[in-house]
C-alpha cells in the first residue's frame, strides 16, 4: 500500500512539473541596431543559450520586452534613444504582461527577425552555453498605438495636448 502512494505521489509530482506553465525568463541585453523602416525600431539582443537556434526564437519576445521596458539607446547616432513604452513595471500587471507574452500576441509586432547569426554575435562560454546576438526589427509605432489602446502605455499627442 505505501508502494503505490509513493508511485503516485511520484507520478502525480511529475506530471504537475511538466504541465505546469512555462516560467518567463528575461535575461538578455541589447543595443540599437541598423535604421529600420518607418515606424519600426532594429534591436539586437544578446542572450545565453544552449544552441543559437533559441536565441532566434525567442529574440522576438526579448526585443519586445526591451522596449517595453528597458527602452532603447542608440550611442552610434543612427536614430533617437527612446525611454521604455510601457508606464508599469512587468511586475505591476503581471498576469497581463504574462498572457501578452505567453499567447504570442507579442510577435504581431515582430517585423523580422534575423535567422543569420553572424561569427561576431556568437560567443562561446566557460559555462559550455553560447552569447548570441539576434536582430530583431520591431513595429514600434503599432507596439505603442496597442499599448495605449490597452491603456498600458501613455499617448504622448494627448500628454502634450495634440
Excluded at 541596431?33 to 529574440?59: L, M, N, R, Y
Aim: hydrophobic share 40%; glycine share 6%.
Amino acid at each position: 500500500m505505501k508502494k503505490n502512494i509513493s508511485i503516485l505521489a511520484i507520478s502525480l509530482t511529475l506530471v504537475f512539473q511538466f504541465c505546469a506553465p512555462a516560467k518567463l525568463v528575461f535575461n538578455y541585453d541589447h543595443k540599437c541596431g541598423a535604421t529600420g523602416a518607418q515606424g519600426t525600431k532594429v534591436i539586437k539582443v544578446f542572450t545565453e543559450v544552449s544552441k543559437s537556434q533559441e536565441a532566434i526564437d525567442k529574440s522576438g519576445m526579448l526585443a519586445v520586452h526591451a522596449v517595453l521596458f528597458k527602452g532603447i539607446v542608440c550611442t552610434d547616432g543612427t536614430s533617437q534613444s527612446t525611454s521604455k513604452m510601457s508606464k508599469f513595471n512587468y511586475e505591476d500587471k503581471k498576469e497581463w504582461f504574462d498572457n501578452f507574452f505567453k499567447s504570442g500576441k507579442f510577435k504581431d509586432f515582430v517585423a523580422n527577425t534575423s535567422s543569420v547569426i553572424n561569427s561576431e554575435d556568437r560567443l562561446k562560454l566557460p559555462s559550455g552555453k553560447v552569447k548570441v546576438g539576434v536582430s530583431v526589427q520591431v513595429s514600434y509605432e503599432s507596439l505603442k498605438k496597442y499599448m495605449v489602446s490597452q491603456s498600458m502605455a501613455d499617448d504622448m499627442n494627448k500628454a502634450m495636448g495634440w
